[in-house]
């Protein structure tokens, strides 16, 4: 039946036509935003998972830094332990030559302002070995923590080592100094003592600082992991997705003439009239 008020071929034309520029449209999106599912809209579910792939690759940012701040704090105090344990050292050789009981007391006064010097280097040493204002072995705290986890559940502790003179660990006293050889040969006593307990100290900030680069190496590694993972979900075949459009937009020319084509078929009506 010819008719003027329906035409059935141009709605058709026109819902094909729609269909296809729908379909256009979100190919163009995924060539300029490079993502499959860019909205909650494009995918729901998917959508959903992946972002909490993000947040989880945000935390462990969260927790590289946190870790990369630990790790500096404790190598600060590791050199600063080490220059310690060499200064002990240096003051033994002072120590155990000032324990000759054949030098004489000039000699042994001028060893001892030596010592001394060395003594106080110390403790400029412990006080001026921080890092962010956090020292570790001043006593000033008595362990720091660094996150482990994307969401905060978890930490890895490292304990403080307190290197102060007179203290547990670097038992020489502040004010030691010496006037004879038995006191030098005290001296050299508690020196030693100091020296073991300073390498068990340094051997558990060297393990503590090891452990947090572990775990650091550890956490890029699961990061990197996570970014693959959401790349797998969103993100889009730029090749597929350009022989799509291709395809889309002769379909789209077809549509035109197509629905050109319906909406002249009225004007034959006229036909019948002439």
């Known amino acids: 039946m010819a008719t003027i008020n329906t035409n059935t071929g141009a709605m058709v034309a026109l819902q094909n036509l729609n269909a296809t520029n729908k379909q256009l449209e979100q190919v163009q999106s995924r060539i300029n935003t490079g993502l499959a599912v860019a909205s909650a809209k494009d995918n729901g579910g998917v959508f959903a998972i992946a972002q909490k792939m993000r947040s989880d690759v945000r935390g462990y940012a969260a927790v590289s830094n946190s870790l990369d701040l630990s790790v500096s704090t404790v ?15 240096e003051m033994k050789e002072k120590a155990l030559a000032a324990a000759d009981t054949s030098l004489d007391t000039s000699s042994r006064a001028a060893l001892n302002e030596d010592f001394k010097s060395l003594r106080d ?10 890092f962010n204002g956090t020292n570790m072995i001043n006593g000033s705290v008595t362990s720091i923590s660094a996150l482990a986890n994307a969401d905060g559940t978890s930490t890895i502790r490292i304990s403080d080592e307190n290197l102060s003179l007179g203290g547990a660990i670097v038992t020489l006293s502040a004010t030691a100094s010496f006037a004879t050889a038995g006191d030098a040969t005290s001296i050299v006593t508690a020196i030693e003592t100091s020296l073991d307990n300073m390498n ?21 590694k699961l990061s990197d992991a996570l970014e ?3 790349g797998n979900l969103v993100d889009a075949d730029l090749a597929s997705e350009s022989a799509r459009l291709q395809s889309l937009q002769v379909k789209q020319q077809l549509g035109v003439q197509a629905l050109s084509i319906a909406n002249s078929a009225p004007a034959t009506i006229l036909g019948y009239f002439t």
């Open 200 to 220: 068990q100290s340094l051997a558990r900030m060297g393990t503590g600082s090891k452990s947090l680069e572990v775990h650091k190496s550890f956490v890029g």
């Open 228 to 230: 693959k993972g959401i």
């Open 75 to 89: 190598d600060v105090a590791l050199a600063a332990g080490e220059a310690v344990s060499d200064l002990l050292v």
């Open 121 to 130: 280097q110390i403790g400029t040493i412990i006080s001026n070995a921080d």
